[in-house]
């Protein structure tokens, strides 16, 4: 069994499994599995709703023999659709592939909205874990979070009751949060120590450079590619030459969400970044980059920083 307490002192790249069983399939998802595990990486993120329910247990089943090995994440408080609905689903997605692109942005919202978010409840949590242990093939869970939560969820004394028996019985090793808002990742951080794990997004901002920096709860970080894709940066070629040519020492860097990465892998100092890796070559240049960044200074890349600030039209601090 893996210290959980590593996560607090060093850094780990994470494998984000929310495609699989949705846009990944089950084939595709165990060969993901086993290239990330065979390279090294011992992080696995999942959730009840994942892959419309079916992540849980690709996991599961990949993890069986290797469980002491793993680090399994999952979450409660969000559904998977109905089995009618996930089969219509999972059949749209991997058969329309040659679909017009508002067709295909239909079927996606389509799957996003079948998703249910649960009110955060004692019976919830309990019930959503047991079913996670189900699906898992495990005794435990490693970290157990609140999906897509409130901070006002994570104070409800009745769900934290339930989470702390359950880490008495053995079922669940921390537990935590997923706060998606940066308000409510202000009050965890301005709170005292509550959580034992936050996942949040990347960003630029204050709040996310000391959520990093916070010695309370492990920091777990992702959609690094989603903020790219909101950042004013797409299609912004000029911005990676303009940049490649000042700091020669960046010329393996091939993209602009590779260049994203590379600052967050380097800004991480403890804790897990999470991707969604389903092709070999993602995961052996994720890979490539979380180990290279090590050799990039930290003035650099606060230089690196400032300049994408710059393009973005954003303050060189801003909360």
């Given at each position: 069994?893996?210290?959980l307490?590593?996560?607090?002192?060093?850094?780990?790249?994470?494998?984000?499994?929310?495609?699989?069983?949705?846009?990944?399939?089950t084939?595709?998802?165990?060969?993901?599995?086993?290239?990330?595990?065979?390279?090294?990486?011992?992080?696995?993120?999942?959730?009840?709703?994942?892959?419309?329910?079916?992540?849980?247990?690709?996991?599961?089943?990949?993890?069986?023999?290797?469980?002491?090995?793993?680090?399994?994440?999952?979450?409660?408080?969000i559904?998977?659709?109905?089995?009618?609905?996930?089969?219509?689903?999972?059949?749209?997605?991997?058969?329309?592939?040659?679909?017009?692109?508002?067709?295909?942005?239909?079927?996606?919202?389509?799957?996003?909205?079948?998703?249910?978010?649960?009110?955060?409840?004692?019976?919830?949590?309990?019930?959503s874990?047991?079913?996670?242990?189900?699906e898992?093939?495990?005794?435990?869970?490693?970290?157990?979070?609140?999906?897509?939560?409130?901070?006002?969820?994570?104070?409800?004394?009745?769900i934290?009751?339930?989470?702390?028996?359950?880490?008495?019985?053995?079922?669940?090793?921390?537990?935590?949060?997923?706060?998606?808002?940066?308000?409510?990742?202000?009050?965890?951080?301005?709170?005292?120590?509550?959580?034992?794990?936050?996942?949040?997004?990347?960003?630029?901002?204050?709040?996310?450079?000391?959520?990093?920096?916070?010695?309370?709860?492990?920091?777990?970080?992702?959609?690094?590619?989603?903020?790219?894709?909101?950042?004013?940066?797409?299609?912004?070629?000029?911005?990676?030459?303009?940049?490649?040519?000042?700091?020669?020492?960046?010329?393996?860097?091939?993209?602009?969400?590779e260049?994203?990465?590379?600052?967050?892998?380097?800004?991480l100092?403890?804790?897990?970044?999470?991707?969604?890796?389903?092709?070999?070559?993602?995961?052996?240049?994720?890979?490539?980059?979380?180990?290279?960044?090590?050799?990039?200074?930290?003035?650099e890349?606060?230089?690196?920083?400032?300049?994408?600030?710059?393009?973005?039209?954003?303050?060189?601090?801003?909360?």
């Open positions: 069994m893996i210290d307490n590593l996560l607090r002192t060093q850094r780990f790249l994470g494998l984000g499994c929310s495609t699989f069983g949705g846009s990944a399939a084939g595709v998802a165990k060969i993901s599995l086993a290239k990330a595990f065979d390279q090294g990486i011992v992080y696995f993120d999942v959730a009840r709703s994942y892959g419309y329910g079916q992540a849980e247990g690709i996991v599961g089943q990949f993890a069986q023999g290797k469980r002491d090995k793993m680090i399994i994440a999952s979450k409660f408080g559904s998977p659709p109905p089995i009618p609905f996930k089969s219509l689903v999972l059949w749209g997605m991997r058969n329309i592939r040659k679909a017009l692109p508002a067709s295909r942005q239909t079927l996606a919202k389509a799957g996003v909205n079948a998703l249910t978010k649960t009110q955060f409840t004692p019976q919830a949590a309990q019930s874990l047991q079913t996670s242990l189900r898992l093939k495990t005794d435990y869970i490693d970290l157990f979070l609140l999906h897509e939560s409130y901070y006002a969820d994570c104070l409800r004394d009745d934290r009751e339930v989470l702390e028996r359950a880490k008495e019985k053995g079922q669940i090793r921390a537990w935590g949060a997923t706060l998606g808002e940066r308000g409510c990742l202000q009050r965890q951080l301005s709170s005292s120590p509550l959580l034992e794990a936050v996942q949040f997004p990347f960003g630029q901002d204050t709040t996310y450079a000391q959520a990093l920096g916070s010695a309370t709860a492990i920091p777990i970080v992702y959609s690094v590619l989603n903020y790219y894709k909101s950042s004013g940066l797409l299609g912004r070629g000029d911005v990676l030459a303009e940049i490649k040519a000042d700091f020669p020492g960046l010329h393996f860097i091939n993209t602009l969400p260049l994203l990465l590379y600052l967050a892998f380097h800004q100092q403890a804790g897990v970044m999470l991707s969604s890796m389903t092709t070999a070559n993602n995961i052996d240049r994720n890979i490539f980059l979380f180990t290279e960044c090590t050799r990039a200074s930290p003035a890349m606060q230089a690196v920083q400032t300049r994408l600030k710059s393009a973005m039209h954003l303050a060189p601090e801003m909360v």
